[in-house]
């Protein structure tokens, strides 16, 4: 009965030991996943920060170009003058 307790024991302290292992493998791939995820979230936030950058530049571009429309049509109506001498309220 000696050797059952100590096979009992040894199997007992080999089975210890395993789960002692797979706990800390576990814990460290649950860390690498945790790093990884928080990488990505990281990477996303700067994505969007720069899509939302890019954005504010294009918008301020296309209202400077929509002005610059506006001006110059403004300046075409002045060069051609007035569409007959009744548009005009000054006199020489």
Known sequence: MTTELKNSKHLRRENQ??????????????DKVH?????KVAETVSLEQRLTSAECVNRSLMNKLDRKVLMTECSKGYLLGPESSADITTRN
Do not use: F, G, M
């Open 17 to 30: 030991s395993l789960i002692s292992a797979a706990y800390i493998v576990q814990k460290e791939l649950a």
């Open 35 to 39: 790093w990884s995820l928080a990488q």
